[in-house]
């Protein structure tokens, strides 16, 4: 277990589940200039048509001054432009006047970003003294577990994390190794892969020093939260691994750099809060040979609320028909599972 040192930040109480649902979320009335590429259930959600998953973001006056007014605003101008487009083209339809517009798009996007970041601090701080902490592995290891605090979703994997990071870390191998520490630096043998991308990372990245990597394993990140993005690229630089962090809404543009590992950590409820069928554009489109994808079991606050099988049924349709082989990974505190790509069938011969 870690130890809460002087100077850590405590962890945050409130789980890194998906958000409750803010409440005025009603049925709304339909027509305005702004139609999203989808239908709307009967639950208000956008669902994806059939053969046209991705929204091509409507740009008009009406979608430019919410778009504007959004990143203009203190608690949302970190955020990803185009991410704030997209929800934008997503939810401004729904309403009829600006203001309720730009409401809307903010509830969701504290929905699926602010919500997880109450406890992040002074971000150019931590990036500064985690440059100035460039090459010291004690120092950045005590920084790095200071500032996952910082992020609901790392916060809650601190109690846990002698548990869980042995199981990652053979998760990202493809080992069934054991779970003895590994000395910083060392590389674990098997497939040891040479690029790693963490999609909607938040501050996972800073789990690298505990992941037995070597510092040549590509590790791209990518968040929509500028923020974190800043955290983890100077994380990155200063403990010398081979990668970047950027700002990309990993739900509007599609991931096409190929990869031995993809994390899709905790991720999806936050992608599909948006809209509906994106992960599984995302597990389609993937050039990779392993990915691993986790959900939380509790809400953002504390509540159970029967998640663990909610999202386990989520996520077999996530993946139902598609060609992942799927093995559950025993994590504490989150539902976790490894897809490893399935061999493509033999040419059948004539
Ligand atoms: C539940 S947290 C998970 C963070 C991290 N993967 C982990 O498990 O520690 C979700 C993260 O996704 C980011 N996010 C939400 N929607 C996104 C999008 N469309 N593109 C990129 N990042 C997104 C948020 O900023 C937040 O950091």
């Not at 970190?78 to 401004?92: C, F, K, N, Q, Y």
């Not at 003294?129 to 004690?138: F, M, T, V, Y």
């Not at 916060?155 to 590994?182: K, M, N, Q, Y």
Request: hydrophobic fraction near 40%; glycine fraction near 6%; proline fraction near 9%.
């Amino acid at each position: 277990m870690i130890p809460i040192r002087r100077g850590m930040r405590r962890p945050v109480r409130r789980s890194a589940g998906i958000p409750a649902r803010t409440a005025g979320d009603p049925p709304t009335p339909p027509g305005t200039p702004l139609r999203p590429t989808g239908s709307r259930s009967r639950t208000g959600e956008t669902v994806p048509v059939e053969d046209a998953p991705s929204i091509p973001v409507v740009r008009n006056d009406a979608h430019d001054r919410v778009v504007t007014e959004v990143l203009a605003a203190r608690h949302f101008r970190h955020l990803s432009p185009d991410l704030v487009a997209r929800v934008t083209t997503i939810e401004a339809p729904k309403v009829r006047r600006h203001n309720e517009a730009v409401a809307r798009v903010k509830r969701k996007l504290h929905q699926i970003a602010n919500a997880y970041t109450p406890a992040l601090h002074a971000p150019r701080d931590a990036a500064d003294a985690l440059r100035s902490a460039a090459g010291d592995e004690d120092a950045l290891r005590t920084l790095a577990i200071s500032l996952m605090y910082g992020h609901a979703s790392t916060a809650e994997r601190l109690p846990v994390h002698d548990l869980i990071t042995p199981r990652l870390r053979e998760a990202i191998h493809g080992t069934s190794g054991s779970d003895g520490p590994i000395n910083p630096g060392e590389r674990v043998d098997a497939e040891t892969p040479a690029r790693i991308l963490d999609l909607a990372c938040g501050l996972n990245p800073l789990m690298i020093p505990w992941l037995g990597l070597p510092r040549t394993c590509r590790y791209d990140a990518y968040d929509a939260d500028s923020r974190l993005v800043s955290i983890v690229q100077a994380f990155l630089e200063a403990w010398g691994q081979a990668g970047s962090a950027t700002v990309r809404d990993i739900g509007g543009q599609d991931t096409t750099e190929t990869a031995d590992v993809v994390l899709l950590l905790k991720a999806v409820p936050c992608l599909e809060q948006v809209r509906v069928g994106t992960s599984r554009r995302i597990l389609e489109t993937l050039n990779a040979n392993r990915v691993i994808v986790t959900y939380p079991v509790q809400s953002l606050g504390g509540n159970d609320r029967g998640m663990r099988a909610t999202y386990r049924q989520a996520f077999d349709n996530l993946v139902a028909g598609l060609p992942w082989h799927v093995a559950e990974l025993r994590l504490p505190d989150e539902l976790g599972y490894l897809l490893t790509r399935k061999a493509p069938p033999a040419p059948v011969s004539q």
